[in-house]
């Protein structure tokens, strides 16, 4: 599980690219606050709703910092 995301985008920018095998390297640094991330964000909703959380739930429920999306049900 650890590094899989940074290997699964090291082989999608080979591949794209067409670069020989092992002859791209890809590295990432840690978001200080990831409440300001929207990658994040989106990132931790996805798996809440794949989890089979309720979307209002999902939405409402507090991300860290605080989760700007929200659902009004309106």
Known sequence: EKGRRIRELTS??????????????LYAE????RGLCAVAQAESLR????GGLAVRRSVNMPFYAGNPASSSGR
């Open 47 to 50: 798996y809440k709703l794949l």
């Open 30 to 33: 840690k978001v200080a606050d």
């Open 12 to 25: 999608v920018v080979q591949k794209r690219f067409k670069f020989p095998p092992e002859s791209v390297e």
